[in-house]
């Protein structure tokens, strides 16, 4: 889950440039085995896959303050209250975009209910007024159903760890509630439709963010890039004029030239040999891709300049090489990787704000929104939005009510989900919108909200769309039955078309 730790790579660099040569063959790929594929068991077929589809999971991690994204207009007062001075200025009809104050949705929803969002959010405004973006509201973890008396009572299980961030995020990862596993539903679904796609040699879990738990299988490894491209291999580069990168490199090619008989030894060396050739596949492929660049067709599309941006710029140019059904991909059979299913992975972290809530939240919900916005406009002009759902998650809502400062760890909260016309239900907001009264009848103490609608069935709406057999989101969600019966109906929420 954590973001690749850059000072313990350099330092690892310098000790790398004091050891052996045949040392450097061995030690300066350790970290580079977590951009590739294993070598994989082959998984269970299904040829019904259809068409090319693209999952992107963003993890605000963290906690996002969610009832400070998706805002009551209509009972605003309740939520002044409750908020204190935690709460966002109120919508001024007669001056709408009045700094600082509550952004208005389209629409009425709920029982005729307006709602709105932060102010630093106007290009999450711009696509849900735009029917292109949706709000999931007061999901999160649940083993089954639960009333207030039954929290209370301790009459029903709750998640393993509740409150915690470790167990909490792990939980949204791996749809597992009560128990500690390292295997995330990202990771197995692609091992059940992985063999779906032409391209074996890199992975369909892409991770903007380093290793994760997300897209990690029983017979899957996440394949890491950065915001520029493929990692590769530490030190290995042929051209390179640096001494160190010429050993290193040499020393490389001489273990890969060798014939192992131990079978430890030959799986780590053809592991290896994987790992370069992916490398090499995929940043040939990426670099001849420019449409988003300077001079590109498609240029003047991510201009907010964040990292959060620079890393949907890279999933969108990944889309756009990774599929022939790329309206204005790269021209040329040996320029498109070859995939029918994808997964990417953002760890946008940061939201644990504890302190400085209001400050923290102007300068990163809009690194957020203006992110969404530019993807969905790249999305568009490569013909893709109908076939990637983008969908943010968080371990978990925060209180309502504020420590002075800041709000603290709590339960349910807010989601987006993001797609073309054909994808998703936009302009609504799905689950239930709770009363953000004390003393509601979801409020559990210090404006903890108590979940009303349970991540299996987020995970399990997605995965039926992705291809999945009822029995395979069975296997991945076991607590989705709880809830919902997807043989029934393939749409547990509705967010789906």
């Given amino acids: 889950m954590n973001p690749i730790d850059y000072k313990k790579l350099v330092s690892r660099r310098k000790f790398m440039g004091q050891v052996s040569c045949a040392g450097m063959g061995y030690m300066t790929l350790m970290n580079s085995l977590l951009n590739f594929k294993a070598m994989n068991a082959a998984a269970a077929s299904n040829s019904s896959m259809g068409g090319y589809k693209a999952i992107v999971c963003i993890l605000q991690a963290g906690g996002n303050d969610s009832y400070n994204t998706l805002i009551p207009v ?33 629409g009425t929803h ?43 009572n301790k009459s029903v299980t709750r998640p393993l760890g509740l409150f915690s961030h470790s167990d909490q995020i792990q939980q949204w990862q791996t749809a597992i509630m009560d128990q500690r596993t390292a295997t995330g539903w990202a990771g197995k679904i692609a091992d059940i439709v992985g063999d779906q796609n032409n391209n074996q040699n890199i992975s369909m879990n892409i991770t903007l963010s380093g290793t994760n738990i997300f897209q ?54 053809d592991t290896i040999a994987q790992s370069k050739e992916a490398h090499e596949e995929f940043s040939e492929a990426i670099e001849k891709y420019t449409e988003f660049e300077e001079g590109g067709d498609h240029e003047g599309i991510f201009v907010s300049g964040t990292s959060f941006s620079d890393r949907m710029k890279m999933i969108a140019r990944s889309i756009a090489v990774s599929t022939e059904d790329a309206a204005n991909g790269p021209i040329g059979s040996g320029d498109i990787l070859g995939f029918n299913r994808q ?59 504020s420590n002075g400062d800041g709000s603290d760890h709590a339960w349910g909260g807010n989601v987006m989900v993001m797609g073309g016309p054909n994808l998703v239900n936009g302009g609504q907001i799905f689950g239930n919108y709770p009363s953000l009264a004390l003393n509601g009848p979801n409020e559990l103490g210090n404006g903890v909200m108590l979940p009303t609608t349970a991540t299996d069935c987020y995970f399990g709406e997605v995965s039926k769309w992705f291809g999945l057999t009822n029995g395979d989101i069975n296997d991945i969600f076991p607590r989705l039955s709880e809830f919902h019966s997807i043989s029934s109906s393939p749409r547990p929420i509705g967010f789906l078309k």
């Fill in 343 to 401: 997964i990417f992975f953002v760890n946008f972290g940061g939201w644990d704000h504890h302190d400085n809530l209001l400050g923290a939240q102007v300068a990163m919900l809009k690194q957020l929104g203006d992110g969404l916005n530019e993807f969905n406009q790249a999305l568009e002009a490569i013909g893709m939005d109908d076939q990637v759902l983008t969908m943010t998650t968080s371990e978990f809502g925060r209180t309502l009510t």
């Fill in 74 to 106: 209509s009972d605003y007062a309740e939520y002044s209250i409750t908020r204190s001075n935690l709460a966002i200025p109120a919508y001024n009809p007669n001056n709408p975009n009045a700094v600082g104050s509550v952004r208005l949705l389209n």
């Fill in 110 to 152: 709920q029982g005729g209910k307006q709602y709105g969002v932060h102010p630093s959010l106007d290009g999450v405004q711009s696509l849900f007024n735009n029917n292109k973006l949706s709000f999931i509201s007061n999901i999160g973890t649940l083993m089954s159903p639960m009333n207030k008396a039954q929290f209370q």
């Fill in 216 to 269: 990690s299988g029983n017979s899957t490894v996440e394949y890491a890039i950065s915001p520029t491209g493929s990692i590769g291999i530490n030190g290995y580069d042929p051209q390179s004029g640096w001494i160190y990168n010429q050993l290193r490199t040499q020393a490389i090619d001489n273990m890969l030239a060798q014939t192992y008989q131990d079978v430890f030894k030959k799986t780590y060396v």
